[in-house]
């Protein structure tokens, strides 16, 4: 190879190198987009909506992510929580007495719950203030919410077995109008 074949290879060589590592970096920069935007997809649900904690145990963290410290620690399965905001597979949740925090989506079912808020409610047999009590529930108590009506200020609900009637305003795990069959 002559100095002119030499030289001509070397400019070659150089220009296909300075593409491949273009090509690489380019490559780079697209998946680190594309993993940035999969970080930061919601799941596509209604924000805010009401989920109830899947485990015994459940950590809140401040921020979304593993490397954030827990503030909070919960341990009662069932307990209703609002996701108030998304970040990858972070949910940011407030819980009952407005405490908010991070809480991973693994952590978090779809099942609805409710708190009693307040003071000691009656639960009833009927949607109806007038209708006798199956049960009194304390302020704490957590149950399913069965079904609630659109157009009802009563859902129908399940604590600890008793079914029964509670009025929307004296629970926490629901929105007023919102439907749930």
Not at 156 to 164: A, F, L, P
Request: overall charge positive.
């Amino acid at each position: 190879m002559g100095p002119m074949e030499s030289t001509m290879f070397m400019k070659s060589r150089a220009i296909f190198l300075s593409l491949l590592a273009g090509i690489v970096l380019a490559g780079g920069l697209l998946l680190s987009t594309g993993a940035a935007h999969a970080q930061n997809q919601s799941s596509g649900l209604p924000l805010p909506r009401f989920v109830s904690l899947r485990a015994d145990e459940v950590n809140m963290r401040t921020g979304p992510g593993v490397q954030y410290p827990v503030e909070w620690v919960y341990k009662r399965q069932g307990l209703p929580a609002e996701i108030i905001a998304e970040y990858g597979t972070w949910r940011k949740v407030r819980d009952w007495q407005g405490t908010q925090g991070w809480m991973h989506q693994s952590m978090l079912s779809g099942k609805r719950n409710f708190v009693v808020v307040g003071v000691e409610r009656s639960l009833r047999r009927a949607a109806d203030s007038d209708s006798s009590a199956n049960a009194y529930v304390e302020p704490g108590v957590v149950g399913q919410l069965v079904e609630c009506e659109s157009a009802s200020s009563w859902c129908q609900v399940e604590v600890g077995g008793v079914s029964g009637w509670l009025r929307r305003v004296d629970v926490w795990g629901v929105y007023r109008g919102e439907e749930i069959k």
